[in-house]
């Protein structure tokens, strides 16, 4: 079995999938409030428990809110802090994959179907870079780069970026944002809280 778990400010689900025959067939998800529990290795534990699949588990990919740094991560919008090592050793596995999750569904486009894809304006499909964008308790951005064959997925942090405001009322906008928070960011605006704030 493959553990997959996507750790967001809102909620964390996690999957379990069976890789037979080449494809990833999902035989379970679950999803957590992520508010609910006082750290990842909480809700890991509960899943496996509700599963049964402690010890049935060859490998696992954790998508994490925020920015990864040497096997760790501080999720931006909990209090939560995520180890890598702690996750193998607490699954049994030599390693664990614990990258941004935003730079994970940019790896993930490379595995989408015509099916998977709504146009919203006519074009030509290309072999170019693609930028991902995910809107949800906070901003994320990554890019998917293409070089001939090769391709990488570029994690950002691009949501913590000041907010420009270009007409007056995105500056009278900024402004009561600014009073209220100090620093503005794009996030400020565009994520679930910002759409509440503006």
């Keep these: 079995m493959i553990l997959a778990c996507d750790v967001g400010g809102t909620k964390v689900n996690l999957a379990l999938y069976d890789p037979a025959g080449g494809l990833l067939r999902r035989v379970r998800l679950e999803s957590y409030p992520s508010r609910e529990a006082a750290s990842l290795d909480e809700l890991l534990d509960r899943f496996l428990a509700a599963t049964g699949a402690a010890g049935t588990v060859e490998a696992a990919g954790f998508g994490v809110a925020g920015p990864v740094h040497g096997g760790r991560a501080r999720i931006t919008n909990l209090p939560w802090e995520i180890d890598a090592g702690r996750l193998a050793a607490r699954l049994g596995l030599a390693q664990v994959a614990l990258m941004n999750d935003v730079e994970a569904v940019a790896w993930a486009l490379e595995r989408l179907g015509p099916g998977d894809v709504e146009w919203l304006q006519p074009g030509v499909p290309g072999e170019g870079s693609a930028a991902v964008v995910a809107v949800g308790t906070g901003i994320g951005c990554s ?45 400020r605006v565009l994520s679930g809280q910002g759409l509440l704030d503006v």
Aim: charged residues 25%; hydrophobic residues 50%.
């Design 143 to 187: 890019a998917l780069v293409r070089q001939g064959r090769a391709a990488a997925s570029l994690a950002s942090e691009a949501g913590h970026a000041d907010f420009a405001p270009r007409t007056e009322a995105e500056v009278a906008l900024w402004r009561r944002l600014q009073a209220r928070f100090g620093h503005v960011s794009v996030e």
